[in-house]
């Protein structure tokens, strides 16, 4: 989760004295600036140290809005599903849409702050786009506000919105805590971009563990809080506006200074034309094909946009190691809302579980600069650049066989995958002895049913057209009674047989077809009385059930034991002791009898519940930081040296180098 400039830039233990020449170039330039130069002031120090007092506003301003980007993205895919309904495809793909365009603006803000506004006004004017894109998100996630397109369309604006904020400032915000240094502090200008880049993965750390818990512990307007989720984000990052702003006076701002990007393609266009009109075999060949650019352009530009282009070849697998990466925000995310996240003293929300990328990133990059690395070199193996970036697409390829492996033991507990003319069912049995039941032209149940058995599994019902009347024959002490019921295709049943006014009789219920999303667990009642009872689990549910074997319908309710619920009877009211009711599970409760002031009942787990821990997941996720911190900081710290870096991060490909290298496949890139 931690964004590939806290990966790449600040590279706290590897090349700290790269950062100099890199923002040297972008605050200053090599040319003089366009327009009129102002001569700044110096900025006001930290603690008689050559800090800036400016770089505390930046640090600080990073930091929140950093916070708010992660913490909004944390639950964006629980959002689509949960809000809107969607299924894991969609919500999946726009999420990672929303996360390209994210990787796309960069360019947009770079050309912005080069060419016309200057990195300041730049990031205040953008950020103002941001601050509007998260509060128009908010309340698009108000369930009262409309109907479903309105809260689809206001999402949509607020998330371009803040594609187009996030994205924008970001080539802007980190050279310009650069420009605040007076040439000579190089040192603490080194120190600037290691805390700087602290505050990224702070910002990250703590947003995916708190936003997860304001959307799930948090209940407004009867259900998950995402409003608050949605909301606390934006205060975040009107904050770091208003934190940015109050600095003002403060800072050093260089005035635009022309885009580099652009000289660089005017360069490369002029070199092919100018050898597209020079192919005679008499004009005498040039060393390299950017040589042909020499007619209009300097030696030390076209030195520069070679160097481009090698490192450029560097980008190659970037789009296939963050697509992988970027799953934990989307499939990482979904196959936890299907898995046991009791860790004893505290349950996880299944979108908390991202919050272990950045945390692993803190870990690791001191464990490998300062340990790893040096044992390889001791060992006298020759780890280079490239065995770093392959071994970290090994290990992300790893984590993915991992997660392949959890998710085959998360299907064990599904249903059945239903299929055209097929039905599943089962009999539960709420007579006092055991009994025969018998489908016409089934081949099912061949053991009798005992009394209060819970089934173990579903049976497969073969049907000859979308629906079929079939024929139930009940045996029972020597008696044998038939009944006849309609059973659709691709269709799940529990067939009740009970005792009612002395004679056995049952009743055919449709049950759930899938686990309950997102972790929850669904229960229903079957009231056996012969009175009728009023019901609540919490204080927030009240379910009517009718006597003598009547059904109520699904409640959904969270993970948790339900030992003080009530049950209200013409006779008085009594306490209901639930239980358990597990993570993905669907359960059928029977109220059999009421006496000494409590309900006795009888519980049914039709639908097993998610027994594959959460925990499984972390070595999935270790595998995939380890591999991160090989591939991401390798190909930083490759395009960290010389011109070549420099024109990268111009551009924007330095903060996003999805943006600059595939803007719609690149998902994981993330800052």
């Not at 502090?185 to 080194?190: C, F, N």
């Not at 025969?436 to 073969?462: G, K, R």
């Not at 639930?578 to 006795?600: E, K, M, R």
């Amino acid at each position: 989760m931690v964004g590939d400039e806290a990966r790449g830039e600040m590279n706290t233990f590897q090349r700290n004295e790269s950062k100099e020449s890199l923002f040297t170039f972008i605050s200053t330039g090599d040319d003089p600036p366009k327009g009129d130069f102002h001569v700044q002031k110096k900025s006001p120090k930290l603690c008689g140290s050559n800090y800036p007092l400016s770089i505390a506003f930046i640090v600080v301003n990073e930091f929140c809005e950093r916070f708010s980007y992660y913490g909004m993205r944390a639950v964006l895919t629980l959002y689509f599903i949960s809000f809107f309904h969607w299924d894991e495809n969609l919500s999946t793909a726009v999420y990672h849409a929303f996360s390209a365009l994210c990787y796309f603006t960069p360019v947009i803000g770079a050309i912005m702050a080069d060419s016309w506004l200057g990195k300041y006004k730049t990031i205040i004017y953008l950020s103002i786009v941001y601050v509007v894109g998260h509060l128009i998100k908010s309340v698009g996630a108000i369930p009262s506000l409309g109907n479903q397109a309105v809260h689809v369309v206001l999402s949509m604006v607020g998330l371009f919105l803040i594609a187009l904020g996030t994205g924008g400032i970001k080539p802007c915000v980190s050279a310009f805590g650069g420009d605040q240094f007076e040439e000579e502090h190089t040192s603490e200008r080194s120190k600037f971009f290691s805390v700087f880049y602290l505050s990224i993965n702070a910002g990250s750390l703590i947003s995916t563990f708190v936003t997860p818990v304001l959307r799930g512990d948090v209940k407004c307007f009867g259900e998950d809080c995402y409003a608050l989720a949605f909301g606390v984000p934006a205060a975040l990052m009107v904050l770091a506006l208003v934190v940015f702003i109050a600095g003002s006076g403060l800072y050093r701002k260089t005035p635009p200074q022309g885009n580099v990007l652009l000289e660089v393609c005017k360069c490369i266009g002029f070199a092919i034309k100018n050898r597209l009109k020079n192919r005679s075999h008499q004009i005498p060949k040039r060393d390299h094909w950017l040589d042909w650019a020499s007619e209009q352009y300097s030696k030390q530009l076209i030195a520069e946009v070679k160097m481009v282009t090698r490192v450029l070849f560097l980008f190659l697998p970037l789009p296939m190691f963050w697509a992988l990466f970027d799953q934990q925000g989307s499939r990482w995310t979904l196959q936890a809302t299907k898995m046991n996240a009791d860790f004893g003293i505290y349950v996880l929300q299944p979108d908390q579980m991202q919050f272990l990328n950045p945390l692993l990133i803190l870990v690791f990059i001191p464990i490998f600069d300062l340990g790893l690395y040096p044992l390889i070199s001791m060992c006298k193996f020759n780890f280079t650049p490239i065995r770093k970036m392959a071994t970290g697409m090994i290990l992300a390829g790893m984590a993915f066989g991992l997660a392949a492996i959890v998710e085959v033991k998360i299907n064990e507990t599904d249903m059945p995958q239903l299929v055209p003319k097929e039905s599943l069912i089962q009999v539960l049995n709420l007579a006092k002895n055991p009994v025969q039941v018998t489908i016409q032209d089934q081949n099912l149940f061949q053991q009798p049913v005992e009394a209060f058995q819970n089934p173990d599994e579903y049976s497969h019902l073969i049907l000859n057209g979308e629906q079929q009347s079939l024929r139930f024959i009940l045996q029972h002490q020597g008696s044998s009674l038939a009944f006849n019921y309609t059973v659709k295709e691709k269709s799940v049943y529990s067939l009740i047989v009970f005792e009612a006014e002395g004679s056995l009789s049952s009743r055919l219920i449709t049950d759930l077809e899938a686990k309950p999303e997102n972790g929850l667990a669904a229960v229903r009642f079957i009231n056996g009385l012969s009175q009728d009872v009023n019901l609540t689990i919490d204080s927030k549910q009240f379910i009517p059930v009718q006597r003598n074997y009547g059904v109520s319908g699904y409640s959904l309710v969270e993970r948790d034991t339900y030992d003080n619920g009530k049950c209200i009877t013409e006779t008085g009211e009594f306490t209901l002791d639930l239980g358990l009711l597990d993570f993905g599970a669907s359960y059928t409760v029977v109220i059999t009898n009421v006496s000494g002031g409590g309900v006795q009942t009888w519980k049914s787990e039709d639908i097993k519940a998610n027994n594959v821990h959460m925990a499984w997941q972390l070595p999935q996720y270790l595998l995939i930081s380890a591999g991160e911190v090989m591939f991401s900081i390798t190909v930083s710290s490759q395009h960290e040296v010389g011109a070549a870096s420099r024109l990268a991060a111009h551009s924007g490909c330095w903060e996003y180098p999805g943006a600059c290298c595939c803007p719609g496949c690149t998902y994981g890139t993330v800052g």
